[in-house]
């Protein structure tokens, strides 16, 4: 258990040096506390993941498909995305919290966790997984529905995320992306013989990408915790799908539907951010199909039955 242990340590003291040595000088944190060297690592991860990603899907959709897949006039305005990238990098330090706690926790030996897939072989490592990932789902789903069918809940934590209740106020965009991709689209539009004002520029439409309030984020992550608990779970593979909540949900906000049954696209939670009773689920349409609570993108839209 010791020996268990210590790779733990090993292990989140090998990430926080690639991290922390390429962005900071060693002198400077090698004599901080471990939890607050994870902590750092962690908060830089996220705001890197959630600004590069931001930024290349939507120089994908934005500018490099221009009206393939987002009108001109609905692109969200600079002002409007540098207000609402604001709230989310005041959430990201509390975000970045509890990756962190639960690294803790395993180093100290309270989860399930294993660090090497060797310890358990690839069998039950995929098994795990589909239980973690099972339960993540109905664990997100519930608590995302108890986010609305609470009132105080709603109130005063997630209503702040549903001000943005158009197709056209929905975008993974981040700030220092936007300000790149507004002199992008700024240069085309004047090469394309247009005025010197982009025409996407609208005072009024807000985007999204994490603006949510930091007890609401961390509250929908709680299930990705509570499963290290319960399955075995190999530590990287819980780290990496931790952040890759932050990718997954920029994407399900940016109104672009890949149309791969039965994953929770953007089209599904375009629905659940103008209807605010349907699609609740994650990653699938599972949830949602066996409670009831489903809506298909398709037409008006029309109930699942």
């Known amino acids: 258990m010791e020996d268990q242990l210590h790779l733990f340590v090993a292990e989140t003291s090998f ?22 060297q994870t902590w750092l690592r962690n908060f830089i991860g996220g705001t890197l993941i959630y600004l590069v990603s931001g930024f290349l899907w939507c120089f994908y959709i934005y500018y490099l ?63 795990n997984l589909a239980a973690y990932l099972i339960f993540v789902e109905f664990g997100i789903y519930w608590m995302h529905r108890e986010l609305h069918d609470i009132k105080p809940l709603y109130k005063y934590l997630h209503a702040t995320h549903h001000i943005y209740n158009k197709q056209n106020t929905l975008s993974p965009f ?64 819980h780290v990496l799908l931790l952040f890759l909540e932050a990718i997954w949900t920029a994407n399900i906000h940016d109104c672009v539907d890949g149309k791969i049954w039965p994953v929770m696209g953007a089209a ?14 994650h990653y699938t349409v599972w949830m949602d199909w066996m409670f009831g609570t489903l809506y298909d993108p398709v037409g008006s839209p029309k109930k699942v039955t």
């Open 15 to 36: 990430y926080n040096r690639i991290v922390l040595g390429t962005f900071l000088p060693t002198s400077l944190w090698e004599t901080w506390p471990h939890f607050v």
């Open 174 to 237: 981040a700030v220092f992306a936007a300000v790149l991709l507004g002199h992008l689209l700024l240069l085309r539009e004047k090469s394309m013989g247009g005025t010197s004002k982009p025409v996407f520029v609208k005072e009024m439409v807000l985007t999204q990408g994490l603006a949510f309030h930091p007890l609401d984020g961390i509250l929908q992550a709680v299930p990705h915790v509570v499963a290290l608990f319960l399955f075995r779970t190999h530590f990287l593979t």
């Open 65 to 127: 498909k221009r009206n393939v897949y987002v009108p001109k006039d609905e692109i969200p305005s600079l002002r409007a995305m540098r207000l609402q990238i604001s709230v989310a990098m005041k959430a990201m330090p509390w975000y970045t919290a509890l990756p962190s706690l639960s690294e803790y926790m395993v180093e100290n030996g309270w989860t399930k966790c294993f660090s090497s897939i060797n310890d358990v072989g690839w069998l039950a490592y995929f098994v």
């Open 268 to 281: 599904y939670h375009t629905i659940h951010h103008t209807t605010y009773r349907h699609n609740y689920g």
